[in-house]
């Protein structure tokens, strides 16, 4: 299998419980739930994603096999252990398999994912991160990172909370009102101390 690979680059980790932490980002193009068209997002069945996903033209993008991928991936690592890689997209789900994630941790990383969760994930994901979406199916209700974009309607939050999750993440959704998306997902914390505020660091400090 080849993978269609939009941009590869190493920063830190803007988001979640470990947000600060050093990791090479690899994403993924395409996704299930919008085209990544300005002109279809108003239908799309997520309406709010704030990441160019569409195309292979990014930094290291291109279109790729496994150890070819994972080659490109280890080579942006320059500095000791503790390898992170951080699968998103889009959605990387449709595309990251076992032969990915065998190549990438034979070369030493540990492997985040990032999801709207509607794909299962494979075996052998060391951190998975679902963020779900108002009126999508969720099939990936396990995992280590459960980060809720609010607010969104038609989102049960206490039903989420059923979920088997480490962690419960609140984030604010940038927009044009992100003010009120600030307020409101501190009184969801608030409300219910089981969540936990979370928001983009990278955008405040300028990082991709």
Partial sequence: MSYAVKE???????EGMQAGRRAVFLR???????TGREQDRAEA???????????????NGGRYQA??????VDALWDAGDRKL???????PLLQADAPLIDALHARGFEIAVETNGTQAAPAGIDWICVSPKAGNHVVQRSGDELKLVWPQAGIDTDELLGWDFRHFI??????????GSLRAAI????????WRLGVQTHKM???P
Avoid: K, Y
């Avoid at 590869?8 to 803007?14: H, R």
């Avoid at 993924?28 to 919008?34: P, S, Y």
């Avoid at 704030?50 to 990014?58: A, I, K, L, R, S």
């Avoid at 150890?67 to 490109?72: F, G, Y």
């Fill in 8 to 14: 590869i680059f190493l920063t830190l980790q803007g």
């Fill in 28 to 34: 993924f193009a395409g996704c299930n739930l919008w």
């Fill in 45 to 59: 069945a997520c309406t709010f994603c704030d990441t160019d996903f569409v195309g292979m033209d990014g930094e």
């Fill in 67 to 72: 150890e070819a991928l994972s080659d490109r």
């Fill in 85 to 91: 890689v951080v699968m998103t997209g889009g959605e």
């Fill in 170 to 179: 609140v984030q604010p959704m940038d927009g044009a009102d992100r003010a």
């Fill in 187 to 194: 009184a969801l914390v608030h409300t219910d101390p089981r």
């Fill in 205 to 207: 400090i300028g990082l």
